[in-house]
């Protein structure tokens, strides 16, 4: 019966227009489907089903296919957030921002939780806040699934990496401000060991490629395509960009998601573990796997 009900939520979200599905959201509790219709709120959108709990101001950005304004659903990355934390009795207003922006609202405490996020080190330096660490102004939740990261090149030009990030010492590297990519790297580009050339967003970073204004550009290779994709360029631009792009092999490594809580909210722990709680409740009934797969349809 629950592989029927799977198979229709999956129809419906691959038919039903843009307007009206990118505002519902739905999914498992004790056995029920729960469908939860969020409304336009502010400069976002409004989600609540029997609060007990204090509303909560998301910040996210537009970073296809996991989750994007334009997604006729948002993606599975927003649908996931909303049904966990409404799951776990919270409203959630979610506003999308330049990710530059979104960081800042969730160190400075204008918002309580950024997503998705990559995995924040330590030592890792706030843009934001001189001699701060985003790690001091920022909490990490437990981790779920996110994708391949790695760098891309111009298509048949020889690579320039091979596994080890000492080769390319020196290298021009193009990547999109404020964006976490691996511990290595980072602390590398940190210690100014390569050219950085920071864009605003992913499809200006795949510009600055196929425009060889960087030699290299670090990213999630499907997130890179799919942005190019779905923007609004013209066809032949479109596809000038994505037959200039070719991937570098060996990938850096998978990255998990997390969500970050701002640390200037002051109940950010318990709402931490609200997550946490979350997302084992998720992960354990196989609820994660079917947002992803129902979540990640594309509808026309």
Known sequence: ?????????????LFASPSHASLQVGFFKAGQYQMIMGEPHKNGYLFSKNPSKEQLHLVTLDWPPYIGDQLCNKGWVFQFTVSLLVNQGYPVYIEFLPWARAVKAAESGKADLLFPEYFIEDASPSDNFGGKTRRELLALSNAFPGGEIGFLKRRGEADKFEGNLNDLKGTTIGVVRGYQNTPEFDAMMDNGEFIIVEAVDDLQLV????????DLIIGDPKVLRFTVSYSELSKSEKVTLLRGLEDVKPAL???????????????WRAVLNDINKGLYLFNNSGETERIIEIGSTECY
Request: proline share 3%; charged share 25%.
């Open 1 to 13: 019966m629950k592989m029927l009900v799977y198979l229709i939520l999956g129809y419906m979200a």
């Open 207 to 214: 510009k600055l490629l196929v425009g060889k204004r960087v």
């Open 253 to 267: 490594r998978y990255n998990n998601l997390f969500f970050a809580l701002s640390k200037k909210k002051p109940k």
